[in-house]
């Protein structure tokens, strides 16, 4: 079993930045992929960005030029810093962690964090 803490959100007004952490612990295959999704009420999940530990890296159009991923392995904690942050931004952020369990691909999620940006 895998468990995904989540913090670092909160109220922020339109062009400030926030950091969201992510640490997973628990039994976790040395070679997975961490990332981060949001959902916005009425919509669906979608990607943010993610990154495995070999560094593929991958961002949603939405996200380039404007938030940064990054993870330390060591300690199984993926980062998301957001600049320029707009109202649209505003949702419930969940981390998630992927991995193989035998022969089987595995998805953790986080309990979400809220990301509100006021214009």
């Known amino acids: 079993q895998v468990q995904l803490v989540e913090s670092g959100g909160g109220l922020v007004q339109a062009g400030g930045s926030l950091r969201l952490s992510c ?64 109202p649209e931004d505003t949702a419930i952020y969940y981390c998630y962690l992927l991995h193989y369990e035998s022969t089987s691909l595995r998805d953790y999620w986080g309990q979400g964090t809220q990301v509100t940006v006021s214009s």
Do not use: C
């Open 23 to 86: 640490a997973a612990s628990g039994s976790i295959f040395t070679i997975n992929v961490m990332g981060w999704y949001r959902q916005a009420p009425g919509n669906e999940r979608e990607l943010v960005a993610q990154k495995s530990t070999g560094g593929s890296t991958n961002y949603a159009d939405f996200a380039k030029g404007r938030f940064t991923i990054s993870r330390d392995n060591a300690e199984n904690t993926v980062y998301l810093q957001m600049n320029s942050l707009k």
